[in-house]
């Protein structure tokens, strides 16, 4: 068993790592307390093949492996999770949506534009009433000759206010319950869909998330992603890849306030010596530094399956949930560490703290994951 990366994945590596640092880092502090979205950051991501990594080239992608895409996602986070959120969703999401359930004409209509950079992509399942229960939405759409009207409001929805085109979940027959849900490709210049209002949020204020309305908007057949009936299954498999790419996230949030404690840790004197010579920190730094290790390997572990083809549900649970809670551990840590400069944002603790929680929420809380992982081990 190998767990050595190769030589062409440390150089992605690396190659993200250095556009993180010389296009984002500079800015990260600014565009945080601005809540800015990065449009021209993302294009040029979509010009390295950052936003369409983990599909073939014929599409306009990158080719690369789910593995690759992990170590993508976690050197983005590293320096900035907002960022890091908007291409997981962008990729495991929205194009992930449409190349796992679409047909080869909206393949090809809709992914070159998405791997490039040139349109960014949403995917809307959460409604105000429907979070950990994805399967009780209100969004209808309801058939009308060879063209679907939908009416709703989904939120919190990652990429909603720049998008270019959004998957949309409605419902489509309610007395089928989750065979009656069916999934949309929808353009952002169709007349009764659009961004609604963006949240002020505690953390991930790069990222944007905001409100996606739909009022009368009329789609054609054609537009259909999938069978109809088919959108909350497909969406449950699209979930299985969205969860390890947000496992990866929380891994760069953990390591990113692991390597600033530590640098800090060496800095810091007190009492007339190094803070990293005393063993309270040193046992800190030591357990951060453990489990970010057994994190990755998860998340590796479940990208590696994915890879294989083999399904992925109960290890994309595991890698989430393990490593978004981590991440929570290991940035209380490092604001600990820190002392009363981890509570001064000119000291980048305090914003992995405030931007780590996200991942035990997003994309299936915690407690989803592990109802998840109990169903699988109990054979339920």
């Given at each position: 068993?190998?767990?050595?990366?190769?030589?062409?994945?440390?150089?992605?590596?690396?190659?993200v790592r250095d556009?993180?640092?010389?296009?984002?880092?500079?800015?990260?502090?600014?565009?945080?307390?601005a809540q800015?979205?990065?449009?021209?950051?993302?294009r040029k991501?979509?010009?390295?093949g950052?936003?369409?990594?983990i599909?073939?080239?014929?599409?306009?992608?990158a080719?690369?492996?789910?593995?690759?895409?992990?170590?993508i996602?976690?050197?983005l986070?590293?320096?900035e999770?907002?960022?890091?959120?908007?291409?997981?969703?962008?990729?495991?999401?929205?194009?992930g949506?449409?190349?796992?359930a679409?047909?080869?004409?909206?393949?090809?209509?809709?992914?070159p534009?998405?791997?490039?950079g040139?349109?960014?992509?949403?995917?809307a399942?959460?409604?105000?009433?429907?979070?950990?229960?994805?399967?009780?939405?209100?969004?209808?759409?309801?058939?009308d000759g060879?063209?679907?009207?939908?009416?709703?409001t989904?939120?919190f929805?990652t990429?909603?206010?720049?998008?270019?085109?959004a998957?949309?979940?409605?419902?489509?027959?309610?007395?089928?319950k989750?065979?009656?849900?069916?999934?949309?490709?929808?353009?952002?210049?169709?007349?009764?869909?659009r961004p609604?209002?963006?949240?002020?949020?505690?953390?991930m204020?790069?990222?944007?998330?905001?409100?996606?309305?739909?009022?009368?908007?009329r789609?054609?057949?054609?537009?259909?992603?999938?069978?109809?009936?088919?959108?909350?299954?497909?969406?449950?498999?699209?979930?299985?890849?969205?969860?390890?790419?947000?496992?990866?996230?929380?891994?760069?949030?953990?390591?990113g306030?692991?390597e600033?404690?530590r640098?800090?840790?060496?800095?810091?004197?007190?009492?007339?010596?190094s803070?990293?010579?005393?063993?309270?920190?040193q046992f800190?730094?030591?357990?951060?530094?453990?489990?970010?290790?057994?994190?990755?390997l998860?998340?590796?572990?479940?990208?590696a399956l994915?890879?294989?083809?083999?399904?992925?549900?109960?290890w994309?649970?595991?890698?989430?949930?393990y490593a978004?809670?981590v991440?929570?551990?290991?940035?209380?840590?490092?604001?600990?560490?820190h002392?009363g400069?981890?509570?001064?944002?000119?000291?980048?603790?305090?914003?992995?703290?405030?931007d780590?929680?996200?991942?035990?929420?997003?994309?299936?809380?915690?407690?989803?994951?592990?109802m998840?992982i109990?169903r699988?081990?109990?054979?339920?």
């Amino acid at each position: 068993m190998d767990f050595s990366l190769t030589d062409e994945q440390d150089q992605i590596k690396q190659m993200v790592r250095d556009f993180a640092e010389a296009e984002i880092k500079p800015n990260v502090m600014e565009w945080d307390e601005a809540q800015h979205f990065p449009v021209d950051v993302m294009r040029k991501l979509g010009e390295l093949g950052m936003l369409g990594a983990i599909f073939p080239e014929k599409y306009g992608g990158a080719g690369l492996s789910y593995v690759d895409y992990v170590n993508i996602i976690e050197e983005l986070a590293v320096v900035e999770s907002g960022v890091a959120l908007a291409v997981a969703a962008h990729n495991s999401l929205c194009a992930g949506h449409i190349y796992l359930a679409g047909n080869e004409e909206q393949r090809q209509r809709y992914l070159p534009k998405l791997t490039s950079g040139e349109w960014i992509g949403c995917w809307a399942l959460t409604e105000p009433s429907s979070g950990s229960d994805a399967s009780g939405m209100h969004t209808i759409a309801v058939q009308d000759g060879d063209t679907w009207v939908l009416n709703g409001t989904k939120n919190f929805i990652t990429n909603a206010t720049h998008a270019n085109v959004a998957v949309v979940l409605a419902v489509t027959d309610r007395a089928d319950k989750k065979h009656g849900i069916t999934a949309f490709a929808i353009e952002m210049d169709r007349d009764g869909i659009r961004p609604g209002k963006k949240e002020n949020k505690l953390g991930m204020r790069m990222s944007d998330t905001a409100e996606l309305v739909l009022e009368d908007c009329r789609v054609p057949a054609e537009n259909v992603l999938g069978k109809v009936g088919y959108g909350f299954i497909d969406s449950m498999k699209v979930l299985d890849g969205g969860r390890i790419s947000i496992g990866a996230l929380a891994v760069g949030i953990a390591r990113g306030a692991y390597e600033a404690a530590r640098s800090y840790a060496k800095q810091r004197t007190a009492f007339g010596q190094s803070i990293a010579g005393f063993q309270a920190i040193q046992f800190m730094l030591a357990d951060m530094a453990t489990e970010i290790e057994a994190a990755r390997l998860l998340c590796y572990r479940a990208a590696a399956l994915k890879d294989a083809g083999d399904r992925t549900t109960t290890w994309s649970a595991m890698a989430k949930l393990y490593a978004s809670e981590v991440a929570v551990r290991a940035s209380d840590k490092g604001v600990q560490i820190h002392g009363g400069y981890g509570f001064i944002k000119e000291y980048p603790a305090e914003k992995y703290y405030r931007d780590v929680k996200l991942c035990t929420i997003g994309e299936g809380t915690s407690e989803i994951q592990r109802m998840v992982i109990a169903r699988a081990i109990l054979a339920m």
